[in-house]
C-alpha cells in the first residue's frame, strides 16, 4: 500500500510565522546597522610629496587617494598589520621603540646591525641605550631618532625588532615597523601611515586620513616601562613613577585607529604627578589599537 503524507495545515501556517519572524528580525537588524553605521565612504586626493610617497611606497608621485576617517574596512587593514605585529613580537629576541620628531622619516632599515667584538647584549636595556649603539654602528640614523626615557612624546614611532643572530659581531633585524602622522594642507588634516619594512621592502601597511585634525594631538606613542629595581635611583616622578616592572621591562604602544573619527586627546584625567598614568592620560579614549609589548619578548 502506498503512502502518502504532508504537512497539515496548521504546520504550515506555524512555519510560515517563524519563518516571517526570521525575515523580519534579519530586516531589521540589517536597517540598525546600516543607520547606525559611521564608516566613511569617502576618500580624498592627499598631498604628501614625492620624498615622502618614494621613501614610504617607492610611489613616484606626490599626491594619493586615502579613505578618511572613520574607515572600518581600514580597520580591517589595521587588525591584519596588528596580529602580523603581535606575531613578530612572539618571534623577538627585543623590541625597541624610538621616536622620531615631526617631518623627520626613517629610510634606514637594516636586516644587520653590526657591534663591536665583546659586545654584551645586555647593555641595551632601555631604548635610547639601543639608539646611541644604532648610531654607532650606522651614522645614516645620526639625528634621526630622539633621546628619551619613560613617555615618548615625539609625533612619529620607529619600532625595531631584533632576533637571534648566528655572528657574535652583529644584531640580527627581524622587522622594523614605521608610524608617521603627517599635518598636511591640501587637503588640510592629518594622515596616518604604519608600515611593516624586512630590510627595504614594505611587506604590509594600513593608512587613513583624519580631517581638520592635528598630528600633535596623538602622543605619546609609546611608554617604556622599567625594572622596578631602578627606584633605588630617585630620578624624578617623571622617571620613577614608571619604574614598576617586577621582572623585564615592557612598553604600552599606540597605533592611530582608521575607526575613530579624529585624533582628540583626552583630558588628562586629573592623576598625581607621581601616577604612571599621568603620562599617558590623553591616549584614553583615542585609538582602540593599544598594545602591551615586553622588551624582551624570549625571557
Known amino acids: 500500500m502506498g503512502f502518502s503524507g504532508g504537512f497539515s495545515m496548521i504546520e504550515l501556517l506555524v512555519a510560515l510565522a517563524i519563518g516571517a519572524a526570521v525575515l523580519t528580525a534579519g530586516v531589521m537588524i540589517f536597517q540598525n546597522l546600516t543607520v547606525g553605521a559611521k564608516s566613511s565612504g569617502t576618500y580624498l586626493n592627499v598631498t604628501l610629496g614625492t620624498d615622502t610617497l618614494t621613501a614610504f611606497y617607492g610611489m613616484n608621485q606626490t599626491a594619493l587617494d586615502v579613505w578618511v576617517a572613520p574607515n572600518y574596512g581600514r580597520r580591517i587593514a589595521a587588525d591584519e598589520l596588528k596580529d602580523q605585529f603581535f606575531a613578530d613580537v612572539g618571534r623577538s629576541t627585543a623590541v625597541y621603540c624610538l621616536g622620531r620628531a615631526g617631518g623627520v622619516r626613517n629610510e634606514n632599515h637594516p636586516t644587520t646591525i653590526s657591534v663591536p667584538a665583546g659586545f654584551d647584549g645586555r647593555s641595551l636595556d632601555l631604548p635610547d641605550a639601543f639608539r646611541l649603539q644604532l648610531e654607532a654602528s650606522l651614522a645614516a640614523t645620526i639625528g634621526v631618532f630622539t633621546a628619551y626615557r619613560g613617555a615618548s612624546n615625539a609625533p612619529n614611532l620607529t619600532i625595531f625588532l631584533l632576533q637571534p643572530s648566528a655572528e657574535i659581531d ?17 587637503p588640510p588634516g592629518t594622515y596616518a601611515s604604519v608600515r611593516r619594512y624586512v630590510g627595504d621592502t614594505l611587506t604590509g601597511y594600513y593608512d587613513v586620513f583624519y580631517q581638520n585634525s592635528s598630528a600633535v594631538a596623538f602622543s605619546p606613542m609609546a611608554v617604556c616601562f622599567e625594572r622596578q629595581a631602578r627606584t633605588s635611583l630617585v630620578e624624578g616622578s ?44 590623553n591616549m584614553g579614549g583615542q585609538t582602540g589599537l593599544f598594545f602591551v609589548v615586553p622588551m624582551f619578548p624570549s625571557l
Open 170 to 186: 652583529e644584531l640580527s633585524v627581524l622587522a622594523i615597523y614605521e608610524v608617521d602622522l603627517i599635518t598636511t594642507s591640501t
Open 238 to 281: 617623571a622617571l620613577d613613577r614608571l619604574k614598576v616592572a617586577a621582572e623585564r621591562p615592557f612598553y604600552f604602544v599606540w597605533w592611530p585607529d582608521p575607526a575613530m573619527p579624529a585624533l582628540t586627546p583626552q583630558a588628562g584625567g586629573g592623576f598625581a604627578t607621581a601616577d604612571p598614568r599621568a603620562a599617558y592620560a
